[in-house]
Structures are given as structure tokens and as C-alpha cells.
């Protein structure tokens, strides 16, 4: 979080899997425009996207980078945090390839 603005409860934070374009509910920033999604909002969009079967691999979400003090953020969807059992603590190369930038985790 970037600590200058609010958090206030939104109803369209979009999130598009392929082609498919999905509207969930959850809270945005009102400085940075930073995006939070309850977990419990997540899964139901995940459930919906399995049955339309466009949850497979690889895992693609669309996001928003934020703006930070420091730079440009990242927040990594907790699907695959969870999927990938990440800690929070690891080791990343991260790559520049064209327009995709490719995260490894190390170790
Ligand atoms: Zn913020």
C-alpha cells in the first residue's frame, strides 16, 4: 500500500481471462488506484472461468501496475501466489523479452 490514499469499496475492478472480461467487486485507492480483491470474490471468478474453461495453463490475468514512491508495482494475483506456494521472500530474475517481462523465481 502507498499509505496516502483510502481504500473505498469499488464494483468494477475488471479483470479480462483471454477474451472473457470479468467485473468484480473489492476495494480500490483513492490515491495510487491500487486494486484490492477479497479472496472470497477471487475464487468465484476463478470457479466461473473454470467452467468456461478458460482456466488452464499458463494462468494469464490482466492487472494494473501501480504507481509507488519507489517506482512501478506489481502485486502478484494470489492464485498464483498460491499455486506457485509462494512466501513472499524469494529470489527473482526478472527478464525483459519484447514487450513481456518474465519472472523466475530462484531456488
Ligand atoms: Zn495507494
Redesign the pocket.
Known amino acids: 500500500?502507498?499509505g496516502?490514499?483510502v481504500l473505498v469499496p469499488v464494483d468494477d475492478i475488471v479483470s479480462e481471462i483471454e477474451t472473457y472480461t470479468f467485473v468484480e467487486r473489492g476495494r480500490r485507492?483513492t490515491?495510487?488506484g491500487?486494486e484490492f480483491i477479497p479472496d472470497e470474490e477471487s475464487q468465484r471468478m476463478i470457479k466461473v472461468a473454470r467452467r468456461l474453461g478458460l482456466w488452464g495453463e499458463p494462468l494469464r490475468l490482466h492487472r494494473k501496475l501501480s504507481r509507488s514512491g519507489r517506482g512501478t508495482v506489481l502485486r502478484i494475483p494470489t492464485d498464483i501466489e498460491r499455486s506457485l506456494g509462494l512466501r513472499g521472500d524469494e529470489e527473482v530474475t526478472i527478464t525483459k523479452a519484447g514487450r513481456k517481462i518474465v519472472v523466475e523465481i530462484r531456488g
Open positions: 500500500m502507498c496516502k490514499g485507492c490515491a495510487c491500487e
